[in-house]
């Protein structure tokens, strides 16, 4: 499957090293384009028209603002159409590319190291374009989760804001080690290994988040004792008032 990206901005790099398929790109910024088809083994396109004349899927990751000026550029030669735009929702995709397959998809940035969570959420002509395919293809990126339309913003802020939510808890956790006498560096690697190995004995190993709690907590002991302060730091509350700031303000 020829797949066009249009936007090779963070997310979209991101993905695309993900997916690892030579991509036809078009970026406002030509520069970029060329470096990020460079790096894949793609092909930099001078306009989103010939883009569309090409690929087989379209991949939108410019700014959600530009969605109408895009789709102007593309005209009726897209044949399908795949949207990674925040806040942008499927019957604006559709709108803009009437009369087409259309599929939007949340990621998160962690797709660039195969690990991310794409959420999905189909267009109502979905089964008339290549949905397995696409499905497979973004599967490469990481776990693929469908959910309701209405329930991709509340996802958006629990994963696809996370990577920088647990980035701020590492660099906290790297700001005590060091107040404590650790070198940053092996505080930072040990903060971020522990992070990794957590998340493996998660997914991997099938464990509940309060088990695996309450297998590293002895009572009385010094795990019990941080987990006390975090508490009566309100971290819970933090997290929970984080997710509904990120789900209001995209309303």
């Known amino acids: ?31 970029r384009a060329q470096a990020l088809a460079g790096e894949l083994g793609g092909e ?12 087989e899927i379209v991949v939108l990751a410019h700014k959600p603002a530009q969605l109408d000026e895009v789709a102007g550029q593309l005209g009726a030669r897209s044949r399908a159409v795949a949207s990674v735009l925040g806040g ?16 939007r998809f949340m990621p998160n940035l962690a797709v660039e190291a195969r690990r991310g969570v794409v959420c999905y959420a189909p267009g109502s ?20 989760v469908e959910l309701d339309e209405p329930l991709i913003e509340p996802a958006t802020a629990l994963m696809g804001c996370a ?11 790297v700001d005590a080690g ?4 650790l070198p940053s560096e092996r505080a930072g690697l040990m903060a971020s290994q522990t992070m990794a190995g957590t998340a493996s004995l998660l997914t991997d190993g099938g464990l509940d988040p309060g088990e695996l709690r309450r297998r590293v907590t002895s009572p009385g002991g010094s795990t019990a004792r941080g987990l006390a302060e975090l508490e009566r730091g309100g971290v819970r509350a933090a997290f929970a008032e984080a997710v509904t700031a990120v789900v209001e303000g995209g309303r």
């Open 88 to 103: 942008t929702p499927v019957a604006a995709l559709e709108r803009a590319y009437p009369e087409r397959p259309v599929y």
């Open 1 to 31: 499957m020829v797949i066009g990206l249009i936007g090779a901005g963070n997310m979209g790099s991101a993905l695309a090293r993900g997916l690892g398929e030579p991509l036809l790109v078009v970026d406002a910024e030509p520069g």
């Open 44 to 55: 930099a396109l001078d306009s989103a028209a010939e883009l569309g004349e090409r690929a």
């Open 178 to 181: 060091v107040r404590h006498g």
């Open 163 to 173: 990577p920088a939510f647990f980035a701020l808890v590492i660099e906290a956790l």
């Open 125 to 144: 002509r979905a089964g008339e374009g290549p949905e397995r395919e696409l499905l497979a293809l973004m599967g490469r990126a990481g776990t693929v």
